[in-house]
């Protein structure tokens, strides 16, 4: 069982909504491209084990000794295992305890970094008296992730080595261990760190997105209660409406019209005014009416996080 499941920040939020709209800078882009990678090399090992044994948490950060960030903490069987999730693809070799790829890019010392963050962990669970054996380990986890010159480390793995992880978690959690867990959770902190460099929202690609694969979605044309994007992903008028809610919201870091979700969707006034009525909060007369976050519901991005797949060619750049 998972008790935390990945919480996009907002920075991550605005990147994946701005993304297509306009020309990102440099910056941007290079933080976009390395989410998407990181983040869909995560999303394989939630799939794989969220059907597993053991009390699981994904994305956890504590602001101790500097911050630090564990992709996946799963107690199980007396332990505390932490996995840190790589997704690179190519052929890397090893010098000076980096590992570098043909082209140049650099893996700081992966190993030193796994060290540090299991000594944060276990002096956690010891300030915490969370009695666990703690072990951490970097799993590699792109099968096309190709590593010469390296003489192997117990704590380094690989794509091959994931069945031998997810036929070990057969343990059911108990009731200490789920609450072991919630200890860890609640003093996990979210990344607020990253400005958002705004880009000017009226010069735009209007329209919404898939929840699922980020592709541009066409309008409702009248009569339809549904479309489907090309992944098969279909999409209602009140989930259209939320979402356009939301990627305006998102964009313009303010608050949104009636007819501005109209633009986005092709939905007709009174069931856009229907949904947002019953999702966010107005504000203002008839005339200058406005939408805001519904403070018991927040975002619908968050519901729709674990949607989210990213589409990769591993021999191409992410587009902008």
């Not at 991550?12 to 989410?35: A, G, M, Q, T």
């Not at 992709?71 to 090893?94: A, P, R, S």
């Not at 057969?170 to 860890?184: F, N, Y």
Request: overall charge positive; proline content about 2%; charged content about 30%.
């Amino acid at each position: 069982m998972f008790i935390s499941t990945y919480e996009f920040s907002d920075y991550e939020r605005y990147l994946l909504e701005v993304k297509h709209r306009v020309k990102l800078n440099k910056y941007d882009r290079r933080k976009l491209s390395n989410f998407e990678m990181g983040y869909s090399g995560e999303l394989m090992f939630y799939n794989i084990v969220k059907s597993l044994g053991g009390v699981k948490l994904w994305n956890v950060r504590f602001e101790t000794a500097g911050e630090v960030q564990y992709d996946f903490l799963i107690i199980h069987n007396g332990y505390l295992l932490h996995f840190d999730i790589k997704n690179f693809y190519g052929n890397y070799h090893v010098v000076d305890n980096n590992f570098v790829k043909d082209d140049g890019n650099v893996i700081k010392d992966p190993i030193d970094q796994l060290l540090r963050a299991d000594i944060i962990l276990k002096n956690f669970c010891k300030a915490h008296r969370l009695n666990y054996r703690v072990e951490s380990f970097i799993i590699f986890i792109n099968e096309h992730f190709k590593l010469s010159g390296f003489g192997g480390h117990r704590r380094v793995l690989f794509h091959r080595d994931l069945e031998r992880i997810t036929s070990s978690l057969v343990q059911q959690p108990s009731p200490e261990a789920i609450r072991d867990a919630e200890i860890i959770k609640s003093y996990s902190v979210t990344d607020s760190n990253e400005r958002i460099h705004y880009y000017n929202y009226h010069t735009m690609r209007k329209g919404i997105k898939c929840p699922k694969c980020k592709q541009f979605l066409r309008k409702f044309e009248k009569l339809e209660k549904k479309i489907t994007c090309t992944c098969g992903h279909k999409v209602s008028k009140a989930e259209a409406v939320r979402i356009a809610f939301d990627a305006i919201t998102i964009l313009k870091n303010s608050s949104v019209k009636c007819a501005e979700v109209m633009e986005y969707t092709g939905i007709g006034r009174s069931t856009v005014q229907r949904v947002l009525n019953a999702y966010s909060e107005k504000e203002g007369s008839t005339k200058s009416r406005v939408y805001v976050i519904n403070k018991s519901n927040n975002l619908f991005v968050k519901e729709s996080c674990l949607k989210y797949e990213v589409k990769r060619n591993n021999n191409k750049k992410v587009p902008e």
